[in-house]
Nanobody
């Protein structure tokens, strides 16, 4: 089983920045890709960004050019640098990881990001 430790959420004004961090751990769980999802109240969970061990990166259209996903050195860590934040970025952000050839099935507890003036 895999576990996640997420941090970095908070309250920020529009146009501000936040950096989310996530560390995954678990015996017998081989991480191939990591991702950030988000879920706003009353909406479905959506992919924000993902990154594989091969360096392949995917961004949601709504965050491309503003958010940057990256992996840490060595350990199974992933970061999400969020710049030029908008009110519509307000959501609970969840970290996830998966082995190769599988879907994202495991989630962290989430970290709240609130963008408000």
């Amino acid at each position: 089983q895999v576990q996640f430790v997420e941090s970095g959420g908070g309250l920020v004004q529009p146009g501000g920045s936040l950096r989310l961090s996530c560390a995954a751990s678990g015996s017998g769980f081989s991480v191939y890709a990591m991702a950030w999802y988000r879920q706003a109240p009353g909406k479905q969970r959506e992919l924000v960004a993902s990154i594989t061990n091969d360096g392949n990166i995917i961004y949601a259209d709504s965050v491309r050019g503003r958010f940057t996903i990256s992996r840490g050195n060595g350990a199974n860590t992933v970061y999400l640098q969020m710049n030029s934040l908008k009110v519509e970025d307000t959501a609970m952000y969840f970290c996830s990881a998966r082995p190769r050839y599988t879907n994202y099935l495991n989630w962290g507890q989430g970290t709240q990001v609130t963008v408000s003036s």
